[in-house]
RNA sequence: GGAGGGUUCGCCUAGUGGCCGAUGGCGGCGGUCUUGAAAACCGCUAGGGCGGGGAACCGUCCUCGUGGGUUCGAAUCCCACACCCUCCGCCA
């Protein structure tokens, strides 16, 4: 949900914000007449109203004749009163449809464009030079790692196993991760995966996403995709103390129905229904969001190499931001099976647009609330697997183990396993 | 699944039709007193929209779980729903 207030004052940043996104500027003239409208129709509404309160005033201390007098003509002013009243509810329903419709302002520097008009900004990291790499599932099932074949036998396609050193390796990778965010001062947490509808709504998923979300109707709850989902719902409604940023790190596993994917990556689990996450999530002052997003960004690199993974850092372009994001930078890692670079981590500067929703606010030093800015990043995820293996295996078909999971995973190499 | 209780301004609490945006206590903030502190006393202490003002602030409307209804007038009466809690059953 946008600024309302920031859209009065310079429609026009809206406007190429929404040109930028390939997004309907008529949108925005929508959103600025539903402002209008809302407005008469509740100010018409205080006037009556404010008449009715003095009028009931004298009704109460009336008696006899004069009070019948006054009565009839307060009987009359309660009709209106009531016509103006709904007359603003459903102003005030038509301009929450129209602020919906509209995407965040997407901040300055960010590239127009659609999918494919992303900026390089750096790549990292030596890829590795192997004639004829075989694929993470090659690799997983010889390692016995992953069982897609299983996981289609009791849950379906896009379902896995993950076995034994497979296992393993997510186990250390998620909690090397969640090592990471403690030491530099995230409040781990391990949240809920099923949400209350306002929960999913306020996050946004509802809109274009919806059909991404599994929903379970039986109890009307949704099953999260994202742990950012429970992470912004965590302080809905909260006046926060935002001296610094608020940061936690949300371990969750992620549902995605995939609806529409069908024969996008359906070997192995690039793209799967349910994956493990650590997920970053900030609360900060919208004047500190571009800079925390940067530092989001760092971990995310931080991780990457310490996982010793090739990857480049990309700015997304406005027009694939989602309509949440003001800016969305990701890190792709390098895919020597595929020869081309794939989405390991996602960074996303909300500004205000989730707390909006959710009404997310802190006090600024006059002490009055205003609404905080949510910023989220992916600092691990079962993807991250497919990218291990296949950028550290040798021609053996075993996986040499980055060191700063060894310890956790116990061993220096994945050896192939006997089936 | 069944039965009951509850939802009021940070917390607790009063409030059964107009003088209630709402009582009292705790906590918090400010002040008096004090070398300082405590105690005591005094004052302030929800959020939001709109309008005015540089600002402190002032005016006005909305909000007593949510939505509807009754009424000239609703925290208060009626209906529906949501959420929380307790007990019983069931499952683990």
Known sequence: MIDLRALREDPDRFRASQRARGESESLVDDLLAADQQRRAAVSRFEVLRAEQKQLGKRVAKAQGEERQLLLARTKELAQQVKAAELAGTQAEAALRAAQLAVSNLVEDGVVAGGEDDFVVLREVGERPDLREPRDHLELGELLGAIDTERGAKVSGARFYF????????QLALLQLAVQQAVEVGFTPVIPPV???????????FLGAHASEVYHLPADDLYLVGTSEVAM????????LDLSGPKRYA????CFRREA???GKDVRGIIRVHQFDKVEMFSYCRP??????HLRLLAWEEEMLAKVELPYRVIDIAAGDLGSSAARKYDCEAWLPSQGRYREVTSTSNCTTFQSRRLNIRYRDESGKPQMAATLNGTLATTRWIVAILENHQQPDGSVRVPKALQPLVGREVLEPVRR
Request: aromatic share 8%; no cysteine.
């Open 162 to 169: 993950l076995t034994g050193q497979g296992a393993l390796l």
């Open 194 to 204: 099923l949400v209350r509808p306002e929960t999913m709504e306020g996050t946004g």
């Open 232 to 239: 912004a719902g965590y302080h809905a409604n909260e006046v």
């Open 250 to 253: 949300g371990w969750s596993s």
């Open 260 to 262: 529409g994917s069908y």
């Open 287 to 292: 004047e500190q969001a571009a800079e925390e």
